[in-house]
């Protein structure tokens, strides 16, 4: 059983979290202070990296859609994609934005509305304009492009040149040749391994506490630490399940019923709120997107120093690079029987879209509620914070109790998708040489979905942030831009050299 996992990696990830972990459990405010310190001289110093970065993947992505790198099919012509269009951009939504879409999605207006961008007025028509957009920006194209990026050399290792190993250091073998079978090799894995982990820790830190506030104001019980763990084991068994059934029976159905739930959600939401506020502003906001989205890809405010592109911009483009290299091998190994122009630019369309429903739908729902007086969302989130302040705004709903337990299922779910998704691809990874369409053992698919789920667990026992964790993961997300870059450059010489 031992003898098919890659120990040089396994081991080093294992030892490599307990260590980050302990160290920040036992002395969360000087572990805090550091990793808070790095990432603001990362921001500030070197936030441009990821600014161009964002730029390097969207480019690369489009004008590799549109070449002749872009017919390229990934498997023999004979075959048609091993999924049906509805299953495989279910589980790349699923897998990517997990239930941070309906938290952010929800609220994340308030914050740009009362910290408006550009040295424009805070709470005019401008700013609700510029608030209703900037979520659809951070959520787009760009991030999408950024998770896309790695998918093109990884799916032409793995289904054309049939490559026995899915591994993100090995889509780098053509630039690093040999020395990706060195320790050189092993720390790309393992880079990739902890900003997975760490990237999950985000996801759990938002979906968590809103899907614990849901089940406590559906039955009307107080919100104590035992509540949060079970919830956590809820999600932890329930995606240890998904991957134990693998890809095609755990995560694909998983995947099919959440997006259903969703749909209906929003459908719901249209429908009960000002529909047409919903449509006039998601099309203004369509409209303020084209008109400033090269300024919003390139804004860092040397001079005003405000801090919004440092805070929002970049911080958001060092998410998503934490988890790029996850994503990457995640749409590569379900794309099979697809051209890499279909791939990417699918990725990027139903990404966006889907995000941008959610943004234009809930988040301009709790926004009609504060230009009308109805609720003060910008009060609220002030006083009692994220995850209440969603709820209390779902409550101004008709059934409200069924839309907040929907939410709270479809948070569940949506963290479920991510994790299981997650676990995979991890124990794809410390796996030898494989055979096409294999499944990585159970037993370490099921591994790394109790990791997944254990150490933010054991961050609640010890009243340990959960925070000081995310903020990691996204100063370990700077080197992975390297490796981006190296994987985009491979793709485009193993295609010339085998054309």
Not at 391 to 405: A, D, H, Q, R
Request: aromatic share 14%; hydrophobic share 50%; net charge positive.
């Amino acid at each position: 059983m031992l003898k098919r996992i890659e120990k040089g990696i396994m081991i080093p990830s294992i030892l490599i979290v307990l260590g980050i972990s302990f160290g920040i459990i036992i002395n969360p405010e000087t572990s805090k202070r550091i990793i808070t310190q790095t990432q603001e001289i990362i921001t500030n110093q070197y936030g441009y990296i990821y600014i161009w970065y964002g730029i390097f993947a969207f480019v690369f992505v489009i004008g590799i859609s549109f070449s002749k790198y872009g017919r390229v099919r990934l498997g023999s012509k004979e075959e048609g994609p091993e999924f049906k269009t509805f299953s495989w951009a279910a589980m790349l939504f699923c897998a990517g934005i997990g239930a941070s879409v309906i938290y952010w999605g929800v609220i994340e207006w308030a914050y740009y509305y009362i910290a408006l961008p550009y040295g424009g007025k805070i709470e005019s028509f401008q700013a609700a304009e510029l608030a209703a957009t900037y979520g659809i920006f951070h959520w787009g194209p760009v991030a999408w492009s950024i998770y896309a990026v790695s998918s093109a050399s990884i799916g032409y290792l793995y289904h054309v040149r049939k490559v026995p190993v899915l591994r993100i250091s090995e889509a780098c073998r053509p630039i690093l040749k040999e020395k990706v079978d060195g320790i050189l090799g092993k720390g790309i894995d393992v880079l990739f391994i902890l900003g997975l982990l760490g990237g999950a820790g985000t996801s759990l830190g938002l979906g968590t506490p809103l899907a614990t506030e849901g089940i406590a104001r559906i039955f009307n019980i107080e919100i104590t630490i035992f509540l949060e763990i079970a919830v956590l084991l809820i999600i932890t068994l329930l995606f240890a399940v998904s991957a134990y059934s693998g890809l095609k029976k755990g995560i694909k159905i998983l995947s099919n019923i959440n997006i259903i739930l969703t749909i209906f959600l929003l459908l719901f939401v249209f429908v009960v709120g000002d529909t047409i506020f919903m449509i006039n502003m998601g099309t203004s906001s369509i409209g303020v997107l084209i008109d400033k989205f090269p300024i919003m890809m390139t804004w860092l405010d040397p001079v005003g120093k405000s801090g919004f592109p440092q805070d929002w911009t970049v911080f958001y483009w060092a998410w998503w690079v934490a988890y790029a290299p996850f994503m990457g091998m995640f749409i590569a190994r379900i794309s099979k029987g697809r051209t890499v122009k279909n791939m990417l630019l699918g990725s990027i369309t139903f990404g966006s879209i889907g995000c941008a429903v959610f943004f234009i739908i809930l988040g301009n729902y709790g926004l009609n509620l504060q230009l009308s007086g109805s609720y003060n969302v910008i009060d609220s989130l002030s006083n009692f914070g994220g995850a209440v302040t969603i709820i209390n705004i779902l409550e101004t709903m008709p059934v409200s109790k069924v839309i907040i337990l929907l939410v709270t299922i479809v948070s569940i779910v949506f963290m479920a998708t991510t994790f299981d998704s997650a676990s995979y691809v991890m124990a794809v990874t410390v796996h030898k040489k494989q055979v096409e369409n294999y499944e990585p053992d159970r037993w370490i698919r099921v591994f790394w979905a109790l990791t997944l789920g254990v150490v933010p667990i054991s961050f609640i026992l010890l009243e340990s942030e959960l925070s000081i964790l995310q903020t990691a993961s996204i100063v370990a997300a700077l080197p992975v831009t390297l490796i981006g870059v190296l994987t985009a450059w491979a793709y485009i010489k193993m295609v010339n050299e085998d054309r």
